[in-house]
């Protein structure tokens, strides 16, 4: 099971800031966040991913809260392109070859409106 | 970089045959690559892990006689469905490991008639 619990959908409007958050309260010290999307019929597409502290990239921020048990992916200025399924998922902390493996929840479907 | 190609990108088949389905990293050499399987509005799940000369490890619940996998090189692992039937029909994506990261194919859509 997935271990982590978001919201099944969400809408933003086109050009305003998307906050997606997930829940992750049994998340272990050593294990990351992490953020992938999905837009229909393409493989998942790595976002961002963090441990304790924030994180951003030119794509998104990750806010993580201080006991870790929920995060927020904020997309700054939502396009129509970002229309997609997003995933938060939690892992170990990497511990060699095919160590790596992500379970996927449903994640939530964001429509951006124009 | 960290590219990685399916092949094909769609494929329609009769019950009872077998399709090939390729995963190539282009531009760096995987170790490892997953096998995914996804159902309309479903999540992904894990089929498989596949290991560069070894063996694949399956998930349970996966037949490994009816999905091989072959991993005989560091850029290439072929999933084979055999005597596919109609409930194999499904979207199934890979994904290669590098640099302690996963990086995923663009998935192959299987139906079968």
């Known amino acids: 099971d997935a271990k982590t619990t978001q919201p099944p959908s969400m809408d933003c409007a086109e050009g305003r800031a998307a906050n997606l958050p997930c829940n992750h309260s049994?998340?272990?010290?050593?294990?990351?966040v992490y953020w992938y999307r999905q837009i229909h019929s393409q493989g998942p597409q790595y976002i961002i991913h963090?441990?304790?502290n924030n994180e951003t990239n030119e794509m998104a921020s990750l806010i993580i809260t201080e006991d870790r048990k929920s995060s927020t992916l904020i997309l700054p200025h939502a396009t129509l392109r970002d229309t997609a399924v997003y995933y938060c998922i939690v892992r170990d902390a990497y511990s060699g070859a095919g160590s790596y493996q992500l379970t996927f929840g449903k994640g939530t479907k964001l429509s951006v409106i124009p | 970089g960290a590219v990685v190609s399916q092949h094909p990108s769609r494929v329609i088949c009769k019950s009872g045959t077998s399709v090939k389905i390729e995963c190539r990293s282009l531009?760096?050499?995987?170790?490892?690559m997953f096998w995914y399987r996804q159902f309309p509005k479903k999540s992904l799940m894990l089929m498989a892990t596949?290991?560069?000369?070894?063996?694949?490890?399956?998930e349970q619940g996966v037949e490994k006689d009816k999905f091989l996998i072959n991993h005989a090189s560091l850029t290439l692992s072929t999933l084979t469905v055999t005597s596919a039937h109609p409930e194999d029909s499904s979207f199934y994506i890979c994904?290669?490991?590098?640099?302690?990261?996963?990086?995923f194919g663009p998935g192959t859509r299987l139906t079968v008639l």
């Open positions: 963090g441990l304790k």
């Open positions: 049994t998340i272990s010290g050593n294990e990351y």
């Open positions: 596949s290991n560069e000369g070894s063996k694949a490890t399956y």
């Open positions: 531009d760096f050499q995987a170790t490892t």
């Open positions: 994904s290669a490991e590098f640099l302690n990261e996963q990086f």
